[in-house]
């Protein structure tokens, strides 16, 4: 089964999988079947690049409309870009923290 067909089957089953760094966060109103947690275990490797590109691909889209329609520079369109993408900053957070962990570990990590 593809990466698209199971994420496919995945929401039809009415769950919902969303993309959190490397991991998934599924959420569903009732539990989930068996075939179906077996499904997303077994997938979930696939399921996660597939929904990373989705995100990018995404991204993407919504910067060249940004540029090419809105008149904006590539950099303003990018950024217009992120915050609708991940409007709560998440992205950016998770950056954040990680670089702090590293100058703590590390003070000269980032130069």
Do not use: C, H, W
């Not at 940004?66 to 992120?82: S, V, Y």
């Not at 998440?90 to 950056?95: K, P």
């Amino acid at each position: 089964m593809t990466p698209a067909t199971a994420l496919q089957t995945i929401r039809a089953a009415g769950v919902s999988v969303l993309l959190d760094g490397a991991d998934l966060i599924v959420k569903a109103t009732t539990r989930p079947s068996a075939e179906i947690v077996a499904l997303i275990r077994e997938s979930k490797p696939a399921l996660v690049e597939l929904l990373r590109q989705d995100v990018i691909d995404a991204f993407e889209e919504r910067a060249a409309i940004a540029e090419f329609d809105g008149g904006l520079t590539r950099a303003e369109a990018e950024a217009l870009a992120r915050l609708e993408i991940d409007p709560e900053g998440e992205v950016m957070r998770q950056r954040y923290a990680a670089a702090l962990a590293a100058i703590e570990n590390d003070p000269f990590a980032l130069l």
